[in-house]
């Protein structure tokens, strides 16, 4: 019986440290909500700069084919090949579309 009157003060102790942790995990659920629902609508400057640098390297690798097929073609074009005369200048075209929407350092490479 004495065991039982010990426990009844420590379980209501226990008991108010649980009640007010529930009540604090309440009042600031819907902060943490909030708080999710914008982090998620954000873009943060570290995955703008990741989504831009695949961005570049997509049109470089881009730049990069159409030089090669420009001077594919160009050898064909100068063997007397008219398909290949025509996909030369429309490679040259893509070229010129292109490198202004590509960085001066990767034009240097």
Do not use: F, W
């Not at 074009?77 to 202004?100: F, W």
């Amino acid at each position: 019986m004495r065991k039982s009157l010990l426990l009844v003060p420590l379980l209501a102790i226990s008991l108010s440290g649980c009640i007010a942790k529930t009540l604090v995990d309440v009042a600031t659920a819907p902060i943490r909500v909030a708080n999710k629902a914008v982090d998620l609508a954000t873009t943060g400057q570290s995955e703008a700069d990741q989504k831009r640098g695949r961005e570049i390297r997509r049109r470089e690798e881009r730049l990069g084919k159409l030089e090669r097929d420009h001077a594919k073609y160009s050898e064909r074009c100068a063997k007397g090949d008219d398909q290949a005369c025509a996909r030369r200048d429309a490679a040259y075209g893509e070229i010129q579309a292109l490198l202004p929407t590509v960085p001066l350092e990767a034009e240097r490479r």
